[in-house]
Nanobody, 114 residues
Framework: VQLQASGGGSVQAGGSLGISCAAS????????MGWYRQAPGKERELVAR???????IYADSVKGRFAIFRDTAKVTVLLQMNSLKPEDTAVYYC?????????WGQGTQVTVSS
């Protein structure tokens, strides 16, 4: 399974951005996809993830501001980020998992200025 992230960039506080991740390869076995982020000097943390059936979970810090979507073909996951805050600044990593393995895409930078 390969994960290709796109999107991200810079935005002022209060703005919105979307980042997407496209999966390829043995995608039929991927039953959960999501996003993690890592800010400078901090550990990587879960942002949101969504299962094949549509059930999603979010970090408390992004609840009500971020939304994760997965397309019906289960090949793309989108993270819509609204009401962005400077503390959302981080490298965001796409993540996917099968019952046996987990996979990471390359990171995409999101920078929120105050």
């Amino acid at each position: 399974v390969q994960l290709q992230a796109s999107g991200g960039g810079s935005v002022q506080a209060g703005g919105s951005l979307g980042i997407s991740c496209a999966a390829s390869g043995s995608i039929s076995s991927v039953n959960v996809m999501g996003w993690y982020r890592q800010a400078p000097g901090k550990e990587r943390e879960l942002v949101a993830r969504i299962r094949s059936g549509g059930m999603a979970i979010y970090a408390d810090s992004v609840k009500g501001r971020f939304a994760i979507f997965r397309d019906t073909a289960k090949v793309t996951v989108l993270l819509q980020m609204n009401s962005l805050k400077p503390e959302d600044t981080a490298v965001y990593y796409c993540w996917g998992a099968t019952p046996r393995d987990e996979y990471w895409g390359q990171g995409t930078q999101v920078t929120v200025s105050s």
